[in-house]
């Protein structure tokens, strides 16, 4: 399947600001769950007003990842600094309103609670009415659904439900793991030109994505991650054809 819309604005926004020290830095992270390790020693940074691509094959450990830096999986080594700050012990609830959100694979919502419901749950400035309105401003479909629960949404306005929350409190770096998984290219293409506002707007953009060729587009920096390990870490122009295939594969880099 290809799509057509990436992260764009990258001229916009200016890139990354190499003057400032890092907004995500992971040092040395070793995960896992039940004593079967996942990660082992994973380095990387996120600058400011940057998007880095995080891609690898099923298993590499991606959304566990993402999980650590989130606070939602304690890892077992190593160390992760937001803006500065080590956050390593901080709860996720912390860490969210220090700026981090996390958009997590699979439909990141609550199904037996309305839309309404969803958006107030997740104003962590209590500025309900607010967030609403943003919220249906940016996909008017769900303006036409507060009422409803949100299990009863279609796959692809439960996306949208779940990727809208990451504008109600101007976070500061979002964590998105396969945004585009199982939808239709349209709605793919909404939700893409939603995540280039907020980046032009000033956020930060850790991605996982399926679709290889849309993430290197939107990257300023891409980093691939191999049975729990970076195995490259540089400029989307730079990654080499062999990291490419052999890590990433060729079927992998539609879209």
Known sequence: ??????????????????????????????????????????????????????LGPNGAGKTTLLRVI????????????????????ARPHRRARQGLCHIPEGRGVYPSLTVRENLVLH?????????????????????????????????GQ????????SYLDDPRLVLVDEVSMGLAPVVVDQIYEFLARIIREGA????????????????????????GRIAYDGEPTGIR????EHYLGTASATG
């Not at 991605?207 to 300023?220: F, I, K, T």
């Open 1 to 54: 399947m290809t799509v057509g819309v990436s992260v764009t604005g990258r001229e916009d926004r200016g890139g990354p600001r190499a003057d400032e020290p890092p907004l995500l830095e992971v040092r040395g992270i070793d995960a896992g769950y039940g004593g079967l390790g996942v990660l082992e020693d994973v380095s990387f940074t996120v600058p400011r007003n940057s998007v880095v691509a995080l």
């Open 70 to 89: 989130s606070g939602l999986l304690r890892p077992t080594g190593g160390h992760v600094l937001f803006d500065g700050e080590d956050i390593t012990a």
């Open 123 to 155: 104003t962590w400035k209590r500025q309900e009415r607010a967030a609403v309105e943003r919220a249906v401003e940016n996909f008017p479909v769900l303006g036409r659904k507060l009422n409803q629960r949100a299990g009863e949404l279609s796959g």
């Open 158 to 165: 439960q996306q949208m439900l779940s990727v809208v929350r």
């Open 204 to 227: 930060s953009l850790l991605l996982v994505e399926q679709y290889v060729n849309r993430a290197l587009a939107a990257a300023d920096r891409v980093c691939v991650l191999a049975k």
């Open 241 to 244: 054809e062999e990291i490419f």
